[in-house]
């Protein structure tokens, strides 16, 4: 019998002695986070059909005994970042216990700093406030494709709050020729599947990293603040021809594609609304005289990163023109509609391949 399992003999028939079947079991605790290299015991607890515990030999199994095995006894190991299934079963009857594997680590309460991902993630735990800090990288759902948070930044914390949380800005999955100063620290809420900005984060001068007071666990990243600057320079209005709620028709089905402004007027996002929607953030960068746009979609795979600006009353961008293979998008107004083309190169923009040609009207 598993010395880990908690259970009490009732009920016993009398001329055989042996315990009634078992017609459910439980696992305590429930969910529990590891950091690697920790334990945490697990204890099961089998019911019979009065729902009265009764004995009964427990088997222990995990579904990623890579990220955290379990011994005979229910005892959980953390071996890697990642999650696992513990599974208790007895008599047919099983129950199962969720388990995080993350980084991080503990700190007294004298306070300390811990980190992750080779120091991109850094929390400073403050004097008073010792424990263990969980850190782990989420899988955030599509509906939370947010041209606006930097790709990868994203970070789950859990554990001993309040803290002092300090993420690195990798630039090259940030928005491309995003200006300095713009970026902060954003609470993600999975439920409300909306990113909310952390007051009091700031950009550090230098553009290095981004860090902000965190009062509560829950998931985090970098992303673009609400108001990141005054944008009201004649060269933010370039685009505005482009704004509105669209039927956008080119030779099949209408679709809807909606262009907003954002951002205290800094941004323009785009929302392509066909069965793989597509998002794009747009904004012109004074310091370096150009517009940019960075655009995915919610099938993932390549993020297309343009910049340009007005060529001729259109709006043209383009892909890094120093690679043979590229993308070229135009924006013409046409009265009251708008026309963009999407065009791809293979020698270097000596010539171009129309693949797009779409009319927009506004719905």
Partial sequence: MSASLRFALVGLVACGGTSPSAARIEVDPPNGALLVGEQLQLTATV???????????????????????????????????????????????????????????????EGGTVSARNGAVTVVVPPGQGGAVYLSTPTLPGQLLDLRAVAGSQIEIRGVVPVTLRLAIDREAAPLGLPEGWLRLARVDVDATVYREVTGSVEDPGGAFVEGPVTTAGIYAVRVAESPGTCDAPEHRQFDFWLGSWDVVAGGPSVRSDITRDAGGCLILEHWQAPVQGKSINFWNPALGKWFQTWNTTMGGPVLRMSGGLVDSKMVLRTDPSLPMGQRYSYERLGTRVRQTAEGTNDGGVTWNLGFDGIYTRR
Wanted: charged share 20%; net charge negative.
């Fill in 47 to 109: 019911y019979d059909g009065d729902d009265q515990p009764v004995g009964g030999d427990v088997t222990w199994t995990s579904t990623n005994p890579a990220v955290a095995d379990v011994d005979a006894g229910g005892k959980v190991s953390g071996r890697a970042v990642g999650g696992a299934e513990i599974r208790a079963t007895a008599d047919g009857q099983q129950a199962t216990a969720h388990i995080d594997v993350a980084e991080g680590g503990r700190v007294g309460t």
